[in-house]
Nanobody, 127 residues
């Protein structure tokens, strides 16, 4: 089973940056979609960004377009989320998730229907 471990969360001031990492084990990430999701207190989990590990196709939620960048390093079995121009409303627990690419990156990301999930990492944006 695909196992995912997130790292890189923390406390940052508004306008600052963080880079999250999602390290995968159990399988090589050749034909997967890996996504980043977040959940703030009292809110539903939402898809932030997803990437196909085979061809690099990406999807971004409107709320993060132009500020966040997802990338992958298949040699390291790791997917990254570079978050710039952070806002207080970006505060949430961020999870990475993975599944085989059985549908389009966007469809899978919007559905949130992933088989493997990490434990989450807290991101707090506050002055």
């Amino acid at each position: 089973q695909l196992q995912l471990v997130e790292s890189g969360g923390g406390l940052v001031q508004p306008g600052g940056s963080l880079r999250l990492s999602c390290a995968a084990s159990g399988f090589t990430l050749d034909y997967y979609v890996i996504g980043w999701f977040r959940q703030a207190p009292g809110k539903e989990r939402e898809g932030v960004s997803c990437i196909s590990t085979s061809d690099g196709i990406t999807y971004y939620a409107d709320s993060v377009k132009g500020r966040f960048t997802i990338s992958r390093d298949n040699a390291k079995n790791t997917v990254y989320l570079q978050m710039n121009s952070l806002k207080p409303e970006d505060t949430a627990v961020y999870y990475c998730a993975g599944d085989l690419a059985w549908t389009s990156v966007q469809a899978l990301c919007v559905s949130r229907n992933f088989g493997s999930w990490g434990q989450g990492t807290q991101v707090t944006v506050s002055a």
